[in-house]
């Protein structure tokens, strides 16, 4: 087979096969997740420790295996090279709803969560999804390396034209044979870990994302002291804006 062929077939399969075998596996997955509510409800588990174990490690597992799900059904985004179609949004809302989102997580896992912000709100143009997508997968790492007691912030800043969203940390840190094949460590056989560290894809797909908002991503760890990953994003609109409902009491 030519080369032009297999850059074909591998295109096709990331745009195409992946992410189709994502929406069956969550469909299954959300099946499998309802069985085991119904086997082992919550007030069977706090009256049975050892059910409520069991339980546990199978609830873990059904969000490990959904991460990756997730992760497959945004395959696509390894494609194409064109960029996303933005539109207007409250950038500050958005982050601040996920973060809201992940605070109940964050104090489960005996975490200091905050979000830093200066201003109540700015519009600027964003693809919604993939950004979502993107900080999920940041805060996903900064409180699986982060022990208990440690302090995970998530800033919001505006400068020289950029946009400048950072998640930071006071985990473990990344090693430095790591750091330099940070965001490619999918396509570095001798790099990529195994369960329960995943294969590396999160901080590909976040490489991508970024860089369809015309954008990049850095980051600065210490071994032991923590990590502080940064998305820097134009600040711009579009003219186009995504209607939304507006919040009441």
Known sequence: MENDDLIQLRTQLLSHLLPEISTHLRYAMGNLHFAAAALAPASAREEDPSLDTRAAILDQSYYRLLRLVNNLSVAAYMSSEEPFPLQDRDIVGLVKNICDQCRSL????????????????????VSTDPLEQLIFQLLSNAFKFTPKGGKVTVELKFSAKRVLLTVADTGCGIPEELRSHLFDRYLQKDLVTMPPHGLGLGLLLCQLIAHRHSGSMMAESREGKGTRITLSIPDRQMGVSLVEDQPFD
Do not use: G, I, N, R
């Open 106 to 125: 964050a104090k489960l896992l005996d975490l200091d969560f905050s979000f830093q912000c200066e201003k109540p709100s700015y519009v600027c143009a």
